[in-house]
């Protein structure tokens, strides 16, 4: 099958566009959990918040993108579980599941899977369905680590939005905008290839 029937197809995601094997998946699950774990090194501290700026979120939403539900929820527990057992991965090479910020790991973990899904049914291919995509994502990260934080820190509610949400709508906006511009053009991309 040529590559440009494969991308008009609906159900097809970036990853599957490789040839298919177990051990492609492997290899994808890995260096997804791996890509985030690096992005997560790109971090910057937020005064007056225990959750700095990183880019595991959108490492954690590219990769949900790009390798489909499944898969990106593999990755995701896997980045997960390696750093509750100590791998320091986290943001600020941190690990373990006691800190303020876990509970955005968690969402992420939800958000790949459901962008996943959403790229599945061709929201990376095009700027608005992708911008849907990343909002959608970033949505679910925020409604599971705002609250975690609040309980994690004794926070009320409205202080946890404050320290974990509203400093990071800005960065998410550019991270959104980036994902907007670079998954839709890798389908065009391999679209013209084919």
């Given at each position: 099958m040529s590559t440009a029937s494969v991308t008009s197809r609906p159900g097809v995601v970036l990853a599957d566009l490789l040839p298919a094997s177990?051990?492609?998946?492997?290899?994808?699950?890995?260096?997804?959990?791996?890509?985030?774990?690096?992005a997560a090194q790109i971090a910057v501290p937020v005064p007056g918040s225990p959750v700095?700026?990183?880019?595991?979120?959108f490492?954690?939403?590219?990769?949900g993108t790009a390798?489909?539900?499944?898969?990106?929820?593999?990755?995701?527990?896997l980045y997960a579980v390696a750093g509750m057992a100590g791998v320091p991965w986290f943001a600020q090479?941190?690990?373990?599941?006691?800190?303020?910020?876990?509970?955005?790991?968690?969402?992420?973990?939800?958000?790949a899977t459901v962008v996943g899904a959403l790229a599945r049914r061709g929201a990376d291919r095009s700027v608005l369905r992708t911008a849907g995509a990343m909002v959608a994502g970033s949505l679910i990260i925020y409604a599971v680590g705002v609250?975690?934080?609040?309980?994690?820190?004794s926070m009320t509610l409205p202080q946890a939005v404050a320290a974990g949400l509203t400093p990071f709508l800005i960065g998410d906006a550019l991270k959104a905008a980036l994902a907007m511009g670079a998954l839709p053009a890798a389908w065009k991309l391999i679209d013209r290839r084919g």
């Open positions: 177990r051990t492609k998946d492997i290899a994808l699950v890995l260096g997804g959990a791996a890509l985030t774990g690096l700095p700026v990183s880019g595991q979120t490492a954690a939403l590219l990769v390798l489909g539900a499944r898969r990106g929820f593999l990755s995701l527990a090479a941190t690990s373990g599941y006691g800190m303020p910020s876990f509970g955005y790991i968690l969402g992420m973990l939800l958000a609250p975690y934080l609040a309980l994690a820190t």
